[in-house]
């Protein structure tokens, strides 16, 4: 394809999202499992924003949802979702994805510690979206930790989580979408540079079942405060099984009193092909 077909399909792009309402003021929740084109699809938790859409070689094409393909992706299909357009991978891509590559990759610039007793109000659980897998998770880590604040679906919106990360935050689980530059809330985004300077981020324990934040903008964002640890997705994490990786690690950290690098790999090794999915910054 060359130059003059890519602004023609780009064109074309911008004037069928036109008829989209944008920015939405709340999500779309999608079928966990997809059918389309004779092939099965599963939501993962990473999304592209509608304005880096529109730079990628994509087609759209519509079946019961509005998918666009992109060119040189196989595998992937992007479905809107009302804030940006969630990455479905085929099954063959979900089985690659669970091969066992190893202990998960570790980066190590200061002291390990188990979990340390905090004031309960410290503690932030977000999961914007209403997927059970995802709110079963949130409430099991909330029972790990005896009480904390939880926002879920629609009280977890972007300003609510930014006004709670302006303030003491010990320990966050966020479960719900993501990228290299920004993660998802219930209605908008936050990008990597609203994450500088936030005082709920320094000495912070942080996981985001997220997919590809562990990469990037963000990642260099949030690590740049000094959080205590920092695990993120490293790859695009199927919705139901991270979830169980994610809550696993919570486990071992919280309740048997691990450094975070050894419940990291115990919550992989009870979960058989999640070797790849996370990373660690200590």
């Not at 394809?1 to 989209?20: G, K, Q």
Request: contains cysteine; proline residues 4%.
């Amino acid at each position: 394809m060359d130059f003059m077909d890519n602004r023609i399909l780009i064109l074309v792009l911008v004037a069928a999202l036109m008829s989209f309402p944008g920015i939405a003021s709340s999500q779309e929740e999608l079928p966990v499992e997809m059918e389309w084109n004779g092939e099965t699809y599963f939501q993962t938790y990473g999304i592209i924003p509608e304005e880096d859409l529109l730079q990628m070689d994509v087609v759209r094409e519509i079946n019961d949802h509005e998918v666009f393909v992109p060119a040189d992706k196989e595998g992937e299909i992007y479905v809107y979702n009302g804030i940006g357009y969630v990455i479905f991978v085929s099954e063959s891509i979900l089985e690659e994805s669970m091969t066992d590559y190893g202990e998960p990759e570790v980066e190590i610039s200061g002291d390990l510690g188990p979990f340390e007793e905090e004031t309960y109000a410290a503690r932030l659980i977000t999961s914007p979206t209403s997927y059970s897998s995802a709110d079963s998770a949130a409430k099991r880590v909330k029972g790990y930790w005896g009480s904390a604040d939880y926002l879920y679906y629609s009280a977890c919106t972007k300003n609510a989580v930014k006004s709670r990360l302006s303030g003491t935050v010990t320990h966050w689980y966020n479960v719900g979408h993501g990228n290299t530059n920004l993660v998802a809330f219930y209605d908008d985004s936050m990008y990597a540079s609203e994450f500088n300077g936030l005082p709920g981020i320094n000495g912070n324990r942080i996981l985001l079942n997220s997919c590809l934040t562990y990469n990037g903008e963000l990642k260099t964002a949030i690590t740049s405060e000094n959080p205590n640890f920092f695990i993120a997705g490293k790859i695009n994490l199927p919705v139901g099984p991270s979830e169980e990786v994610s809550g696993d690690f919570w486990y071992y950290y919280s309740v048997k009193g691990m450094n975070e690098i050894d419940a990291l790999n115990a919550a992989v090794s009870d979960n058989s092909g999640s070797s790849g999915w996370f990373g660690l910054w200590t």
